[in-house]
């Protein structure tokens, strides 16, 4: 059989099966690179995911090529996937994608080494920056950070934490008891230029425990600290985004999120604490509205804010009140959320569960103005809200570990989401909305041919 029979047969056997599932995905694969069999209990070992910004289109397979970064323990990885070009070209032009055979050619020339490597530690967070002195950035389970770039296998540049005398032993107790890593995050800012990144709880007397936001040169001398903050009462800082080039903000274990810019005294410009709904556990900010924010809770529920009202609440003294109020099925405890990259009514959550939901926000938006406020917690908003979900781990049990840092939104496509499972199994995929009339109109030509 001619490779061009086969490729026809292969995307016959593609369109039927699309058109028999159209509920479920616009597109879904999945590849267990060869590493992740290097040793023995992997599904033990810690994995995080970042995309690059690859993308290199091929128009005559109709593919496009783009990558995901893997860590597993200590070793980098990067996985290349072959994509439908339709899910980033809207060109009506494109060939049938010819992909099939491509994931094999994938799978089989795939080497065990890692990109990068930090021996000795355990990476807990990855962020592709391609910048001009490093190409990505990672956490390790100390808190420290490295910075790599092509070329070098090992870090270019480190900024080590230390767990030492200074480190309350209380938090270094319950921390490793449950993730065997300190709770930290970092971020960079929008520019790249700036990194600021969390310690664990620093104890200085009893009752005195302040956690330590570190804002870091990620520019001319990675790695140089610029200045240090403290938050006094607080143990952990779990979590550290940027809203522009210099206002960021935290969100720590008292349920408080505090916003900063770098070029201020170190004190809060405004503070907000959520007492309701259980403890925080995660939050994002939107990048399209800076002002719009999201967190995400134990209890398995999300609520989205606007800053302005935050703000406008701190000046009256009253307690400020979110958008909406949304949550995952079962109470499924928040381990992550994400906006999307190109619409501020775009968000994913990942549940303790592995489960990734996928909220559509423009209801909520639709109903600004309207006087009726139970419409933010009814069953009505979450049934319109909540737009796709995917089932974490299938056939596989997913067990009790860490799902924050597992799921990605792919920075240039827009709606491709990867993430990897506690077996190292990577799965990229789109999910599938509902039929557009282009696609009806679509589907309907194929049907005529």
């Known amino acids: 059989m001619s490779e061009a029979k086969g490729n026809k047969i292969k995307n016959e056997e593609f369109k039927i099966w699309k058109k028999s599932v159209p509920s479920l995905y616009q597109h879904i694969t999945t590849i267990k690179p060869s590493y992740t069999r290097l040793f023995e209990g992997a ?58 055979s491509a994931f094999a050619e994938i799978v089989h020339s795939e080497k065990h080494e890692p990109k990068w490597t930090y021996q000795g530690n355990t990476i807990i967070k990855l962020e592709y920056v391609g910048g001009a002195e490093a190409d990505a950035v990672a956490m390790t389970s100390t808190g420290s950070l490295a910075w790599f770039k092509d070329g070098c296998k090992v870090p270019v540049y480190v900024m080590e934490e230390l767990v030492g005398p200074a480190t309350s032993f209380s938090r270094i107790h319950n921390q490793g008891s449950t993730n065997n890593w300190i709770a930290a995050d970092f971020a960079v800012s929008e520019n790249t230029e700036t990194v600021v990144k969390s310690q664990q709880s620093m104890a200085t007397g009893p009752g005195e425990e302040h956690s330590l936001l570190k804002i870091v040169d990620n520019s001319q001398s990675p790695g140089n600290l610029i200045r240090t903050i403290s938050i006094p009462g607080v143990s952990v800082t779990q979590s550290i985004k940027f809203h522009d080039n210099n206002m960021f903000s935290t969100c720590s274990d008292d349920n408080g999120i505090r916003f900063y810019d770098i070029r201020g005294d170190g004190k809060p410009l405004w503070t907000v604490f959520e007492p309701h709904d259980g403890k925080l556990t995660c939050y994002d900010v939107s990048p399209t509205l800076e002002t719009l924010f999201i967190t995400g809770s134990d209890t398995g529920v999300l609520k989205l804010w606007d800053l302005r009202s935050v703000i406008a609440c701190e000046i009256e003294q009253k307690e400020p009140t979110e958008i909406a109020k949304l949550y995952h099925s079962g109470a499924d405890p928040v381990a992550d959320v994400r906006f999307g990259i190109s619409s501020p009514t775009e968000v994913l959550s990942v549940g303790d569960s592995g489960n990734v939901y996928h909220w559509n926000l423009e209801p909520i938006f639709l109903r600004e103005g309207d006087e009726d406020d139970e419409m933010a917690e009814s069953e009505e908003l ?23 840092e597992t799921v990605a939104w792919h920075p240039i496509v827009q709606g491709v989401v990867g993430c990897v499972d506690p077996d190292g199994l990577l799965t990229v995929y789109r999910g599938h909305y509902g039929a557009t009339d282009k696609a009806r109109a679509q589907d309907e030509r194929e049907d005529n041919e």
């Open 382 to 404: 979450q049934q319109q809200c909540l737009e796709f979900m995917h089932t974490g781990g299938g056939r596989r049990s997913l067990g009790q570990s860490r799902k924050r």
């Open 43 to 100: 599904e033990r070992i810690p994995k995080v995911v970042a995309f690059t910004h690859k993308i290199v289109p091929d128009r005559e397979k109709g593919t496009f090529t783009t990558s995901l970064l893997c860590s597993q323990g200590s070793d980098i990885y990067e996985v290349d996937f072959q994509l439908p070009l339709g899910l980033h070209s809207n060109s009506e032009a494109l060939p049938d994608p010819q992909y099939s």
